[in-house]
C-alpha cells in the first residue's frame, strides 16, 4: 500500500519535473532563437560591415608620376617601368628561410637585409616591405620562379623616374626619392610610405610636386584569412600625375650643358619677348638618375667635395660681381640723367679720384658712351657714375631686374643686393664690420659703377637684364608653360635702348672685346657684353689672370640675338674663366648659333667634345664607373 | 504511424515522422559540408553521408531491441566503458600526453562518447531498482553520484571539459525526473556558484583563456577570442535570408574556424540567414520534443527515465553548441549533432535516438513489463 501510494506520487513528480524541463528547454530554445534573431537582424548592419572588412583589402598602388616635358612636348622626365620586390608581412609564412633565399638571390648586403629586418618588425598587415627596387630582370626572373616557396613575397612590375638627359636637366629638374620621416610626420599621408612611392626632392620635382603626383589607387582584393589571394575586385583606379609643359627647349638645354663642358659654370637662355626661360643650366651637375635610385656614400663624398660645385644651382644660388656685364644698365641710367650720350670722356687708363687712382684696362684715350661699351672701357664710368651718382643708377640696375627674387617655382634663389646709400646705412646698422662706414662714398660708386664692391647678382638675374635692355620689355622670367603673349613695355625711350644696344652691337661685330665671338651665320648677328668679375682684390700686379684656378678671375658675357630683332638673350658665367670674352662668350656664340643651325653648332660642339675626351653621356658614364670602382675598393 | 495496406507491417510501425525530420537535420549538415569545402563532396560531405547512413543504420535497428535486453546491459556496459575510460587515461599518462580515444583496429573508439548514453541508461536502471519509498533517502543518492561522478572525474582529467560537463548535465537531468528531492539541486547549484573561483583556479591555462574570451571576446579579437568574434560576424552578417548557398565569405575565406566541425552552424546561419537558422533549431526541438513525449508515454519507471535522459543528451548537444557559437557560453569543443563533421557526435546521438526508437517501439507494441 505505502509502495504503491509512493508509485503514484513518484509519478506525479515525474511529471511535475518533466514539465519543468520541458518549460526550461522551451526557455532555451527562445533564448537561441532570440539571440539568433538579435545577431542577424539587429545588429546585421555591423556584421556585414565586419564580414566586408574582413573579406576585401586595399592595397595601396602609387600612382604613377607625371611627365615633365619640354617646350616642344618632348620628355624631360618619364617614367620607366622596372622591377621590384616586396615582402607583405602578413603573408610571410618563415622570415629567415625567405630572407636567406632572396638575399641569395637578388645579392642583398647585410645593411639592406638589416633594414629590410628592421621594416618587417615594424610593419604590420598588408602594407608591404621593400625588399629591392630596380631588379635587373635576370634577378626578378630568379626570384618569381622561387615563389611558390616563399608566401609572403611579391614580385611586381614598378616605375622608376628617368631623365633622359641626366645632368643636363640636374640642377633645373631635381630628382625623386623615397619620402624621409620628416616629410612623412609633415603631410601624414600613408601613401608617402607606400613602398615604391617617390616624391620631389629638389629643383621642379620638388616644387611641382602635388601637379606631378596624381591619385593613388587601389587594387581590392579578396582575400582568405591566411592572406591568400582569391581574387581582384574591380580596382579603385589610380590617376596618374598630371604632365607639367615646362618653358625649356630641352635640345637647347642639353646643348648647353655639353657646350659648357668641363667649365664650372651656367648658361640662360629666355625668349626676350615672352620671358620663357629656354635653357637655364647650370655644370657639372649631379645625374639625377642615380640620385633617383639612392646615393651612394662615395659617390655623394665625390660630389660635394668637387671644388667645381656640382651639387650648387649656379644659375640660381651662385652669386658674382657682374663685372662690365652692367655697363650697358649703367649707360641707360645715365642717359635717363640727362647724360649725352656724345659727351667724351678721356681715358688715360684710369680715373684718379683724390688721392687713389682707379685703373681702367687700357689707355682708350677720348670715348663717348657707345665706344665706352664696345672697349669696356672703366674710366667712361667711373667718371659717368660719379657725375651722376649712384643712387642714381641703382634704380635702373633694379629695374633691369638686378636684385630680384623672381616667381618662379624654384626651391631657393638668392638674388643678391643691388647697393645704395640707404643700403649701406642700413648694412653698417645691422652688421658689424660688414662695411667700414655709414655714409655712401665716390669710391663706392666707382666700384658700383663697373659692376665690382657692393653689387652682387646671379647668372638668371643677369640673363633678364639682358632680355630687358634687347626688347625694353618688363620681361618675367617663366619656367612653366609656353607662352605667345609679348611682356608689356618698360617705359625706357626707345632711342636710350637704340644707343645702348648699339654699344652692345659694337662689343661683338665692332672692335669690341668680343670681335672673337661672333655669330658664324649668315645675316644674324649678336650684341652682347663682356665682363670680368674679380674673385679677390688684385694685388700687385697680378689680375686674377694666371695662378692657382680658384683665384682666376670669373668670366661673365651677357648677350641678345638677332642684334637687328632681339629675340633671344641670355647670359654665361665661366667659374674662374679668367675674362667674359675669352671663357663666356664663345660659349654664348656656341648655344645661340644652335638655335638658328643645329648642324653647325654641333659640328663645332664635336671637335672641343673631342677634345676633352667625350661627349657629356659618355663622360657621365666613365665618371659614374669610376665612383662605383672607388666605392667597390673602400668597401 | 503511417498505415496502409501497401506498406509491410516492419516498415510501417518506424517512426516516420522522427526518421523525415533526423534526414532534413542530417541534409542541412551534409549541404553546409559540402558548402564549407567550396562546393565539394570532398573531403568531408561524403565522408560524413557515409557515417550518417551507417549510423542511421544502426540506430534503426536498435528499435527492435527489447527493454529488457537495454535494462539487462546497462551495468555491464557501463563498466565497459569506465574500464575503457580508465584505459584511455593510462595511455595518456604512458603517452605523456592528453588522449582521448582508443584505436581498436581501424576505428578509433572514443569512449567519452559512449559515456553520454550510457550514464542515462545506469542511471536510469539504478532508479528503476530502486524502491520508490527510497527515493527521498540517501541511498537514492550517493550511488547516483558515485556513478556520475567516476565517468565525470575520468573525462575531466583527459581533460575534456565540454564532454564532462554533458555527462554531468545529463546525470543530472536523470535524477532530477527520477524525483530526488528539489532542494539538493537547489543547494548543489549554490554549492557550485561558490565553488566556480575554485574551479577557475584548477583549470589548464587554455580553459582559462577560453572562459575570460567568453566573457569578453573582443578584448582581443585576433588572438583567442577569434572564434566567437568571427563566428558572430559570419552569423551577424547572414541577416534574415543569408548570403546564399555557397556564398559564404567568412566560411569560405577561412576567417571562420573550424567551419565545417563545432562552428557548422555559423557556416550554415551565413548562407542560409536567420530562416535557415530557426529552421534548424525547429527541427531539433521537434526531434527532442518527441523523445520526451516518448519519456512522458512510457509505462516503466526505466523507459520513463531512460528517454527523458537520451532526449536531454541531444538537447544539451544542441543547446551548448549554439550557445557557444552565438557568444552565449564559452568555447567548450561541443560538436552540433548530426550537422558538425565527424564522427562521434552522429554515433552518440544515433545510439540514443536507436534507444530511444525501441523504448517507443515498446510503448506501441504494448509489450509492457509493469
Redesign the interface.
Same mark, same amino acid.
Given at each position: 500500500m505505502? #509502495?504503491r501510494l509512493?508509485?503514484a506520487? #513518484?509519478s506525479i513528480?515525474?511529471?511535475r519535473?518533466?514539465l519543468l524541463? *520541458?518549460g526550461a #528547454?522551451v526557455a532555451? *530554445?527562445g533564448?537561441? @532563437?532570440s539571440?539568433? *534573431?538579435w545577431?542577424? @537582424?539587429a545588429?546585421?548592419d555591423?556584421?556585414?560591415l565586419?564580414?566586408e572588412n574582413?573579406?576585401v583589402q586595399l592595397i595601396v598602388v602609387p600612382p604613377r608620376r607625371g611627365w615633365i616635358v619640354d617646350r616642344t612636348g618632348k620628355p624631360i622626365a618619364i617614367n620607366r617601368s622596372d622591377f621590384r620586390i616586396d615582402i607583405i608581412p602578413e603573408q610571410l609564412e618563415q622570415p629567415e628561410t625567405t630572407l636567406r633565399t632572396l638575399a641569395e638571390v637578388l645579392e642583398l648586403t647585410t645593411d639592406d637585409v638589416d633594414r629590410i629586418l628592421r621594416e618587417l618588425k615594424a610593419s604590420k598587415g598588408f602594407k608591404p616591405v621593400q625588399v629591392a627596387e630596380n631588379v635587373p630582370y635576370e634577378k626578378y626572373a630568379a626570384v618569381t620562379v622561387r615563389l611558390p616557396e616563399m608566401p609572403g613575397v611579391q614580385a611586381m612590375r614598378g616605375f622608376s623616374r628617368f631623365y633622359p638627359d641626366g645632368p643636363a636637366v640636374g640642377h633645373l629638374i631635381g630628382y625623386v626619392g623615397a619620402a624621409s620621416a620628416e616629410e612623412y610626420e609633415k603631410e601624414n599621408n600613408p601613401l608617402l610610405i607606400t613602398p615604391g612611392f617617390k616624391i620631389g626632392k629638389e629643383g621642379l620635382e620638388e616644387t611641382l610636386e602635388q601637379r606631378l603626383r596624381g591619385q593613388p589607387g587601389g587594387q581590392r582584393v579578396?582575400?582568405?584569412?591566411?592572406g591568400k589571394l @582569391?581574387r581582384e575586385l574591380t580596382p579603385k583606379p589610380d590617376r596618374s600625375g598630371n604632365t607639367v609643359q615646362l618653358a625649356i627647349d630641352s635640345d637647347l638645354q642639353e646643348f648647353a650643358a655639353r657646350r659648357l663642358g668641363e667649365e664650372s659654370g651656367s648658361c640662360v637662355i629666355i625668349d626676350c619677348l615672352t620671358g620663357d626661360i629656354l635653357a637655364m643650366v647650370s655644370m657639372p651637375a649631379y645625374d639625377p638618375n642615380s640620385f633617383s635610385d639612392g646615393i651612394g656614400r662615395t659617390e655623394w663624398s665625390s660630389l660635394s667635395e668637387d671644388p667645381r660645385k656640382p651639387l650648387l644651382n649656379k644659375v640660381l644660388n651662385s652669386l658674382y660681381p657682374p663685372g662690365s656685364t652692367i655697363k650697358p644698365m649703367g649707360a641707360l641710367a645715365l642717359l635717363e640723367h640727362g647724360v649725352n650720350p656724345a659727351d667724351r670722356i678721356h681715358c688715360p687708363g684710369g680715373y684718379r679720384l683724390g688721392n687713389r687712382f682707379f685703373r681702367c684696362l687700357g689707355r682708350h684715350g677720348s670715348v663717348d658712351m657707345r665706344r665706352a661699351i664696345a672697349k669696356s672701357c672703366n674710366t667712361y664710368f667711373y667718371a659717368m657714375g660719379h657725375r651722376v651718382g649712384y643712387d642714381n643708377i641703382a634704380p635702373m640696375a633694379k629695374r633691369l631686374g638686378l636684385g630680384a627674387e623672381f616667381n618662379l617655382p624654384v626651391v631657393s634663389q638668392s638674388y643678391g643686393t643691388v647697393p645704395n646709400s640707404e643700403w649701406k646705412l642700413r648694412k653698417f646698422n645691422e652688421k658689424k664690420g660688414f662695411v667700414e662706414r655709414p655714409d655712401w662714398t665716390a669710391s663706392d660708386t666707382l666700384n658700383a659703377s663697373i659692376g665690382q664692391g657692393f653689387l652682387i647678382v646671379n647668372p638668371l638675374q643677369l640673363a633678364i637684364m639682358a632680355a630687358r635692355i634687347a626688347s625694353g620689355r618688363n620681361v618675367q622670367p617663366k619656367l612653366i608653360g609656353v607662352h605667345k603673349e609679348p611682356a608689356p613695355l618698360l617705359g625706357i625711350p626707345p632711342e636710350h635702348l637704340e644707343m645702348v644696344r648699339g654699344g652692345m652691337w659694337q662689343v661683338v661685330n665692332g672692335d669690341g672685346t668680343a670681335g672673337a665671338s661672333r655669330l658664324p651665320l649668315e645675316g644674324i648677328e649678336m650684341s652682347g657684353k663682356t665682363g670680368t668679375a674679380q674673385v679677390r682684390r688684385i694685388t700687385g700686379g697680378q689680375r686674377g689672370q694666371s695662378g692657382d684656378w680658384r683665384y682666376r678671375d670669373h668670366g661673365l658675357f651677357v648677350f641678345f640675338a638677332p642684334s637687328s630683332n632681339p629675340r633671344y638673350a641670355g647670359a654665361v658665367v665661366i667659374e674662374h674663366g679668367m675674362g667674359g670674352s675669352r671663357a663666356a662668350a664663345p660659349v654664348a656664340k656656341d648655344v645661340l648659333t644652335f638655335l638658328f643651325d643645329r648642324q653647325k653648332a654641333l659640328q663645332s660642339l664635336g671637335a672641343l667634345e673631342q677634345q676633352w675626351g667625350g661627349t657629356l653621356a659618355e663622360r657621365t658614364a666613365r665618371r659614374a664607373a669610376a665612383i662605383k670602382a672607388a666605392s667597390a675598393a673602400r668597401a | 504511424m503511417i498505415s496502409s495496406a501497401i506498406i509491410p507491417q516492419p516498415l510501417a510501425r518506424l517512426p516516420w515522422r522522427l526518421i523525415f525530420m533526423v534526414i532534413g537535420i542530417g541534409l542541412i549538415g551534409l549541404l553546409t559540408l559540402y558548402s564549407s569545402a567550396g562546393g565539394s563532396m570532398r573531403p568531408w560531405a561524403l565522408k560524413q553521408a557515409i557515417v550518417f547512413a551507417g549510423f542511421f543504420t544502426v540506430a534503426l535497428s536498435m528499435s527492435w531491441i527489447k527493454e529488457s535486453t537495454i535494462k539487462a546491459v546497462s551495468f555491464p556496459v557501463y563498466g565497459a566503458v569506465l574500464i575503457m575510460l580508465i584505459l584511455v587515461e593510462m595511455l595518456g599518462f604512458v603517452g605523456k600526453g592528453a588522449q582521448r580515444w582508443l584505436d581498436v583496429g581501424p576505428i578509433r573508439l572514443q569512449p567519452s562518447e559512449f559515456m553520454k548514453p550510457v550514464i542515462v541508461l545506469v542511471l536510469a536502471r539504478f532508479y528503476d531498482l530502486l524502491?520508490?519509498?527510497a527515493?527521498r533517502s540517501w541511498r537514492a543518492i550517493w550511488p547516483a553520484a558515485t556513478l556520475l561522478g567516476l565517468p565525470f572525474f575520468l573525462i575531466l582529467i583527459q581533460p575534456d571539459m565540454g564532454t564532462a560537463l554533458m555527462v554531468i548535465f545529463i546525470g543530472i537531468?536523470v535524477i532530477?525526473?527520477? =524525483?530526488v528531492p528539489i532542494w539538493l539541486f537547489i543547494g548543489g547549484a549554490a554549492v557550485i556558484a561558490a565553488a566556480m573561483p575554485l574551479a577557475y583556479a584548477m583549470m589548464h591555462d587554455y580553459q582559462r583563456r577560453r572562459v575570460l574570451i567568453f566573457l569578453d571576446p573582443e578584448a582581443d579579437p585576433l588572438g583567442a577570442g577569434y572564434h566567437i568574434t568571427?563566428s558572430?560576424?559570419?552569423?551577424?552578417? =547572414?541577416?534574415?535570408f543569408g548570403k546564399g548557398y555557397l556564398q559564404g565569405?567568412?566560411s569560405h575565406?577561412?576567417?571562420l574556424?573550424e567551419g565545417h566541425t563545432d562552428f557548422v552552424f555559423a557556416t550554415m546561419?551565413e548562407e542560409w540567414?536567420?530562416f535557415g537558422?530557426?529552421l534548424l533549431?525547429l527541427a531539433f &526541438?521537434a526531434v527532442?520534443r518527441w523523445g520526451?513525449q516518448v519519456?512522458?508515454r512510457a509505462r516503466t519507471?526505466f523507459a520513463?527515465l531512460a528517454a &527523458?535522459g537520451l532526449s &536531454?543528451t541531444i538537447?544539451f548537444y544542441v543547446?551548448i553548441n549554439? $550557445?557557444m557559437v $552565438?557568444g552565449?557560453a564559452p568555447v567548450v569543443g561541443v560538436p552540433l549533432p548530426l550537422v558538425s563533421f565527424g564522427g562521434s557526435a552522429v554515433m552518440t546521438v544515433m545510439l540514443s535516438l536507436g534507444l530511444l526508437m525501441a523504448l517507443e517501439r515498446q510503448q506501441r507494441t504494448g509489450n509492457s513489463l509493469s
Open positions: 505505502n #509502495q509512493t508509485s506520487h #513518484q513528480s515525474f511529471s519535473r518533466m524541463i *520541458g #528547454q532555451v *530554445g533564448l537561441l @532563437v539571440r539568433l *534573431g545577431l542577424s @537582424v545588429e546585421n555591423r556584421y556585414k565586419a564580414s574582413n573579406r579578396e582575400l582568405t584569412a591566411r @582569391v | 524502491p520508490p519509498g527515493i537531468t532530477f525526473v527520477a =524525483g568571427q558572430k560576424i559570419a552569423i551577424g552578417s =547572414g541577416g534574415i565569405s567568412q575565406l577561412d576567417y574556424p546561419v540567414g536567420l537558422g530557426v533549431i &526541438a527532442i520526451m519519456s512522458i519507471r520513463q &527523458a &536531454a538537447f543547446a549554439l $550557445m $552565438m552565449l
